[in-house]
């Protein structure tokens, strides 16, 4: 069965770093998603996209973060100066329709120090 | 504020037990999945529904637009059920979504 991709599994920055999370979507899906999960605490969306252009975004998806889908395969999220609060699991999900199924990545886990 | 409450947030049952977990939302909605998230963190897609009743094996999800309600029930509770069930909402666009804190189920054998 098809199946959304991430990569790493694990990344440990510094604080005021770069990172970029990588995810590969399943093949025929045309939408897409980021979730974060800090330790303890609920899953909460991020932003979606569709069409190469961000559809939705919540608060905290401001300007330190970025998608990407710079090739017909992948789907990435830049965080431009990560902070320690940064660090938690980031979830990659996409669906084949807007109203379809999501299937979930098995997450990459970001540690700042 | 939370747009979507869970209950119980914790839940212990004996194997063989028929589990309910509830959902609770406050806002608009095209969908509601229901999501399991195992130990590992993992997450898994096991309802997606917008009215009525769904079946899968084991697992029966139900929805209630009026009253703006959900319930995940498990028949013959397994011990491989264990696992954190997460209540999400998709928003009238499709393409916001608010979760739920989880419930952690925990079945012991």
């Known amino acids: 069965e098809p199946e959304v991709t991430q990569t790493p599994s694990h990344q440990v920055t510094q604080m005021g770093q770069e990172v970029i999370l990588r995810c590969v979507p399943i093949?025929?899906?045309?939408?897409f998603y980021w979730y974060r999960q800090i330790l303890g605490q609920k899953v909460e969306f991020l932003v979606s996209?569709?069409?190469?252009?961000?559809?939705?975004k919540s608060e905290i998806f401001d300007d330190q973060f970025s998608v990407e889908r710079p090739d017909g395969s992948n789907f990435t999220l830049k965080i431009r100066s990560t902070k320690l609060e940064d660090s938690a699991m980031y979830f990659c999900?996409?669906?084949?329709?807007?109203?379809?199924?999501?299937?979930f990545g098995n997450g990459t886990r970001l540690t700042v120090t | 504020k939370n747009e979507v409450e869970q209950s119980p947030q914790n839940l212990t049952a004996q194997e063989g037990e028929f589990i309910t977990i509830n959902c609770s939302y406050s806002?608009?909605?095209?969908?509601l999945h229901w999501l399991q998230q195992h130990p590992g963190g993992g997450i898994v897609s096991l309802f997606m529904?917008?009215?009525g009743k769904k079946k899968h094996g084991r697992l029966i999800a139900t929805i209630n637009i009026q009253e703006k309600h959900s319930s995940l029930h498990i028949t013959a509770s397994h011990p491989r059920d264990s696992a954190v069930y997460i209540c999400a909402v998709r928003s009238p666009t499709g393409n916001q979504f608010y979760f739920g804190t989880g419930t952690s189920l925990t079945v012991i054998p």
């Open positions: 996209f569709y069409n190469n252009e961000i559809s939705e």
């Open positions: 806002v608009g909605i095209s969908a």
């Open positions: 093949s025929n899906h045309l939408y």
């Open positions: 529904l917008s009215s």
């Open positions: 999900a996409s669906s084949g329709g807007r109203g379809g199924p999501l299937h």
